[in-house]
């Protein structure tokens, strides 16, 4: 690993000042950046440890439940509000990395996590993401794991968080602190699609710091369900994983969300579903058609098609949970 | 434990900490000299070689690790894991994948089980660490291994030390309450023999035996 400085300022403007800097990051858990330091994939100059800041807290606000952004991801999915208003969120939490990692990673490092694929983290192969104008090892590679949504030919890579898909499902508000004052922005904007700039994950500006996420109240806690599938059990990245959330009322569906992990360089929001569930009943027909509706824009690459299939079938399957039918 | 002493003193001087910063003085002004006109070598280099210096500084780091002290130096790319095993020779705590995937390094910060190997140690200043050496008491084993002897919890044994950290945590948290709840929240650690089925039997009866862990 590179050598780096190393500080730990104890308030939130020396943060801000020590990451004006491009070659500054801020580690929290560090389970994606010390790995990624490890690798030679990363190397900051400094890295700047926001853990004397006081962003550990969970609690209801007039905005509805706040998150900061130290929260621990094992605290939050085991946490009483969290549980109570938001199971599904829990339950992406409780989907994603292992019992050790979850000890560690925050609610802003989950997010913060790279975009990525195993072309990003070799750095023998060409990687857009990673050292931009090399082109995509993944567009002609191995791309099982990678995106079926919203690519480019610069890169194909996918966002490997679960917690980000059931706070995008959520309609989750992300909190920022720059040295001009703090700025509000959806979820489901916070993580951008690759373009012609895949080395940026996301709309964080060099100099901003998250500083938590809201989610708003909502009617989704009794049909909600995450649903992931992947190669093994446990510990193991999603090959599509689904957030299915229902608001169900005399047989009605009023409202639903719908998001989407493993298929996207950002976590997917299932719009064209939200809006055809919305009024229907939740049978078994209206969920196979909203899951087909959702796969419109679709596109495969050499050994990813089954995604074509599975991802379909996981929304349908998801939907069949949160409406109580499976 | 150990009674080998740590390579770097105690008080995080001397020996090593001013060899590495020697070594950087007498590079930075080779490379100063090498690069610049004579006028502007002596101040130029007594500028740089001070950055220099504070940039690769080791900086100190204390711990409890297994209810002892530990007053380090170290730097701080250094992980918890590497700590643990090449300044206090504490070797139970195993390096597997080296990249948080296999659960060898587990260790409590806190009492909460962590990646020891994606941790780095300047982050652990002033937090208490158990690793595997510091369970049993005397020559008393911990129940958890006590039950991977009975139940033959291994075979190469290399991820046992791993393991039995995070099987005590799991107990803990309250996840040791069926055989697909332990499977789950034991899955941070991988058993390459397949010992799984055994390590499984040694948690259900330490969890059914209702011993504090």
């Known amino acids: 690993m590179k050598q780096f400085q190393y500080i730990r300022p104890a308030s939130q403007a020396a943060v ?8 500054s990051k801020i580690i929290a858990g560090g389970t994606n950046l010390v790995d990624l330091m490890k690798k030679g994939v990363m190397s900051p100059d400094k ?27 094992s605290v939050l999915s085991e946490n009483s509000l969290v549980l109570d208003k938001h199971p599904l969120l829990s339950m992406a939490l409780k989907a994603g990395a292992s019992p050790q990692l979850r000890n560690m ?8 996590q790279r975009t990525r694929c195993a072309y990003f983290y070799d750095t023998t192969m060409p990687c857009n993401k990673r050292t931009p104008g090399t082109g995509c090892g993944a567009m002609g590679g191995y791309n099982r794991m990678h995106a079926i949504f919203g690519s480019s030919p610069q890169c194909i890579a996918v966002h490997p968080s679960d917690m980000c898909v059931a706070l995008a499902a959520l309609g989750a508000t992300v909190t920022i602190a720059g040295k001009k004052g703090e700025r509000h922005i959806p979820f489901t904007e916070f993580h951008r699609l690759p373009g012609e700039h895949p080395e940026m ?11 938590g996420v809201d989610i708003p109240d909502n009617n989704f806690a009794k049909n909600s369900y995450y649903l992931k599938v992947r190669d093994r059990q446990s510990y193991a990245f999603a090959l599509v994983s689904v957030a299915a959330a229902l608001d169900l009322r005399g047989g009605v569906i009023k409202e639903a969300r719908l998001a989407m992990g493993g298929v996207a360089h950002k976590p997917w929001r299932l719009f064209d579903a939200e809006k055809f ?8 027909e209206n969920f196979n058609k909203a899951a087909q509706l959702a796969m419109q824009s679709a596109k495969a690459y050499e050994y990813n098609a089954f995604k074509l299939k599975l991802a379909p079938a996981t929304i349908a399957e998801a939907l069949k949970h949160a409406g109580g039918l499976a | 434990m150990s009674d080998k002493k740590p390579i770097i003193p105690p008080n995080g001087e001397g020996i090593s900490n001013g060899t590495r910063r020697d070594f950087i003085k007498q590079t930075t002004v080779l490379t100063a000299v090498a690069m610049a006109p004579g006028t502007v070598v002596k101040a130029a280099s007594d500028h740089i070689d001070e950055q220099i210096a504070a940039v690769f500084e080791k900086m100190p780091l204390k711990m409890e690790v297994n209810g002892k002290l530990q007053n380090l130096s170290v730097e701080p790319r250094s992980t918890l894991l590497d700590i643990l095993r090449e300044q206090l020779d504490l070797t139970g705590t195993k ?23 994606l941790t780095l140690g300047v982050m652990v200043n002033g937090k208490k660490i158990t690793t595997i050496e510091g369970l049993a008491k005397g020559d008393e084993l911990h129940p958890m291994q006590e039950a991977f002897l009975k139940h033959d919890g291994f075979q190469c044994g290399y991820c046992t030390p791993g393991q039995i950290m995070s099987a005590v945590a799991c107990i803990r948290e309250g996840h040791a309450n069926s055989e697909g709840e332990i499977r789950e929240y034991m899955s941070g650690n991988i058993c390459r023999c397949g010992a799984y089925p055994n390590i499984v039997n040694a948690i259900q009866e330490v969890k059914a035996g209702g011993q504090t862990v």
């Open chain 2, 95 to 117: 390096k597997g994948c080296d990249h948080g995937q296999c659960g060898a390094c587990t260790v409590h910060v806190d009492g909460h089980r962590v990646n020891s190997c």
């Open chain 1, 277 to 284: 569930l919305a009024g229907k009943a939740p049978t078994e």
């Open chain 1, 47 to 73: 890295l700047v440890d926001i853990n004397s800041l006081p962003l550990n807290t969970i609690n209801t606000s007039p905005k509805g439940l706040h998150i900061g952004a130290l929260v621990l991801n």
């Open chain 1, 201 to 211: 994950d996301n709309h964080l500006a060099t100099g901003e710091m998250i500083l």
């Open chain 1, 105 to 112: 990673a925050t609610v802003g490092g989950n997010m913060m």
């Open chain 1, 16 to 23: 801000l000042d020590a990451i004006a800097k491009s070659g």
